[in-house]
């Protein structure tokens, strides 16, 4: 893959770390079907590259991380009712068979179909203007596949809020905070930086055991805890014998210890 070629992002790998970003700040980083299809294509590069370690998502402009669909463009839907589904599952990640850490950079708005992202993100870090939203209601629209997302990373009262008063209330970057949304925020000049920070943090580490902890713990959400328990121990099982021999033969930067 071409990372030159895409039209609707700019996407660079440096240092084993892929920096995607959202790249419609004129209608404010709004996914279309060719966004779609190119996420699509970033997925699958970054599951088989190995140089990618990890993933981080951003979103050019001022005013918005990404408030969802283009709703000037709309999103295609098959008309066959038996072919039909949701056009978000190209957006992401973990749904696309990719399990290299994604980290979230959030500032702005970010609303709706936005969600798709922020849902299968392990990392969100948001500026201190970052509002979060979910517009679907007040246009007459049912909120259903990014909320049911976000009712697995939050609490669900808080889902339904977010749900309920659609356009009539933004939830704050410090509300995301305290109930664990996001792990921190950081003023907007210092955004980009601290993602990018955390992203090389992880970066150093031994690939295979990094993505083996993130496959783990996201499918043990989709099943019992015994089950969980099991598959977890298989992929310890697969991904030690790896992760070990990377230790050996990558160089572990020194990094002074933070407490955040």
């Known amino acids: 893959m071409d990372l030159t070629e895409l039209t609707t992002v ?14 419609r700040p004129e209608r404010m980083n709004s996914f279309t079907n060719t966004m779609r299809a190119e996420f699509r ?3 699958e590069y970054a599951r088989e590259t190995d140089d990618v370690h990890v993933i981080v998502l951003r979103g050019a402009g001022e005013r918005a991380f990404s ?11 098959s008309e066959n009712v038996f072919s039909r589904r949701d056009p978000g599952i190209d957006l992401q990640p973990k749904h696309n068979g990719c399990w290299k850490p994604l980290v979230c950079a959030v500032h702005g708005m970010a609303a709706g179909g936005a969600l ?3 849902n299968e993100a392990d990392i969100i870090v948001a500026s201190d203007d970052a509002q979060f939203f979910d517009p679907h209601v007040s ?19 808080e889902v339904l809020r977010m749900v309920l008063l659609g356009l009539d209330e933004r939830m704050s970057a410090r509300r995301a905070y305290e109930i664990g949304f996001v792990s921190e925020i950081v003023p907007r000049h210092e955004l980009w930086e601290r993602a990018d920070m955390l992203a090389r943090r992880i970066a150093a580490k031994p ?11 996201w499918e043990s959400k989709d099943t019992g805890r015994t089950q969980a328990l099991a598959t977890g121990m ?18 572990v930067p020194t990094r002074d210890f933070e407490v955040r």
Do not use: C
Request: glycine residues 12%; without cysteine.
């Open 67 to 77: 408030t969802g669909m283009d709703t000037r463009e709309g999103t295609f839907i």
């Open 116 to 118: 798709y992202w922020l």
């Open 41 to 43: 294509q970033i997925w």
């Open 234 to 251: 298989s992929y310890t099982s697969l991904g030690n014998p790896i992760g070990k021999a990377q230790v050996v033969r990558s160089e």
């Open 139 to 157: 246009y007459g629209l049912v909120a259903a596949l990014e909320p049911i997302g976000l009712a697995h990373r939050i609490p669900i009262g």
């Open 10 to 23: 700019l996407a660079e790998l440096d240092g084993h770390v892929l920096t995607i970003t959202l790249n």
């Open 207 to 217: 690939a295979a055991a990094v993505q083996g902890s993130v496959r783990a713990i």
